[in-house]
């Protein structure tokens, strides 16, 4: 593999992907190389004749000066004004993902963008294409770094990327099917405004060549906007029966039943619950299609595939009770998507870490929209605010005469938990924060494991 990056190569930013970015240089012959990162930096084995520099602390971009390329890692955002000289001075600035789509030898690449739906998507299109005999890899924001794919790539594999508005920021090259969930706001603590990070989506598809495929929601104005800005002569369109489209869509949803080309998918029939994943589903199916996979061969693979970890993930009956663990719901939208599909008496617990998320919109719903809500537990920094948001809906404690829902803050989720059983027989247990878990858990992943933990415990 030939290496077009010219030297000194620096590295902003080296976490995961810096480290990714270290190797891959490494291995395709950059003898000088320049490390840059805010925190300590700490290098793996450094290969005789390759000279590497370090910059951290306040002032680690100075090593700006040294680089006549530099790649960004994912995170470090990248309309700075040293990176805006560094780039006017003559510098150039790539990424993992643009050198990934210059450098693959996939006889595919799948790129997946969205608020929500990411990872259960390209998780959907891996199985679809693994059942089907189809070689293929994810890789991105999702487990693998992109250069690593390159390590392993053959020319019969079909490479899945999911990619965050991060890694989208800069891009100028596109995959060959790109699909677009929905698009709504997020990371405003780093991207300036909504329609920055919009755009920042936008490159997923900006460039793609007319012979490629472009996936999206139909009823989702923002995501159709950036389908709009696609040159691929492919659009396939996912609908809902009862949206502003009125079903008409490659793909139609309407209420648990997925139809595409004739040929349905019950949601009955699958292992995931949810109506929200029928959406996901949907995408999956029609960039499988345009794969060259029959549509009647992704929708019978969709029965046996299993939600990832933390996704409103199943996790048994005890006692008469059902328990869902969505511990991956950091935002408010999520939580809308997750208490839709419940269809009996339900308890949520509710909470986490401070983003300055603004809950009025899942509070009216909650109140409003969801006649089997029966109890709320409330846990995080964000509790006392949750509550008054909810107060403000309209939330009005059990026995009195209005939602019959009662509400109560908790200082830890075991005793949230303990109150959420209260549902009895008959009814579920949810926990679909709606807010990162920082503070009470160092991330989502120990806070569903702290979960499923109370669940195996329970009975």
Known sequence: MQNTLVAPVGILGFGVEGQSTFNYLVRTGIKDIVVMDKNPVTLPDVPA???????????????????????????????????????????????????FLEQTK?????????????????????????????????????????????????????????????????LSVSPDVAVVL???????????????????????????KRDGACV???????????????????????????????GQGDAVIEGATLTIDGEKLFLSDCKVRGIYQLENMAAATLACKALGIRVADALEALKTYETLPFRMEFKGEKGGIEF??????????????????????????????????????????????RPNLRRIALIGATAERMLESLSQAGLETAGENGSG?????????????????????????IMSPACASFGLFKNYKERGKAFDRLVENYG
């Open 49 to 99: 004749g390759v000279n590497v520099k370090t910059f951290s602390g306040e002032g680690y971009l100075d090593g700006l000066k040294d680089c006549v390329t530099v790649v960004r890692s994912a995170g470090v955002y990248p309309m700075s004004q040293e990176l805006f000289k560094f780039q006017m001075n003559g510098g150039l600035m790539t990424s993992q993902i643009q050198l």
């Open 405 to 429: 829902i009662q509400a109560a803050i908790f200082p830890t989720l075991e005793e949230a938990f303990q109150d959420s059983l209260s549902i009895g027989k008959g009814g579920i247990v």
């Open 324 to 369: 869902f663990n969505d511990s991956y719901a950091t935002r408010p939208d999520a939580t809308i998507a997750a208490t839709a599909s419940m269809d009996r008496p339900f308890a949520l617990i509710l909470g986490g870490s401070e983003k300055n998320a603004d809950f009025t919109e899942l509070s009216n719903i909650l109140v409003k929209e």
């Open 106 to 170: 996939s006889k595919k690449t799948v790129g997946v963008t969205g608020t929500l739906g990411k990872g259960s998507t390209v998780s959907m299109i891996s199985h679809i294409l693994t059942k089907c005999g189809v070689n293929n890899e994810i890789g991105g924001n999702f487990g693998v770094p992109a250069l690593d794919l390159l390590e392993t790539e053959t020319a019969d594999r079909v490479s899945i990327l999911e990619l965050s508005s991060f890694q989208l920021m800069t």
């Open 216 to 246: 999206y929601l139909k009823d989702a104005a923002p995501t159709a906007k950036i389908a709009s800005e696609s040159p691929a002569r492919t659009k396939y369109a996912v609908a809902l029966a009862d949206g502003p489209s009125a």
């Open 182 to 208: 929905r698009v709504s706001t997020e990371h405003l603590d780093w991207h300036k405004t909504v329609e920055e990070y919009r755009d920042a989506k936008a490159n997923l598809v900006r460039w793609q």
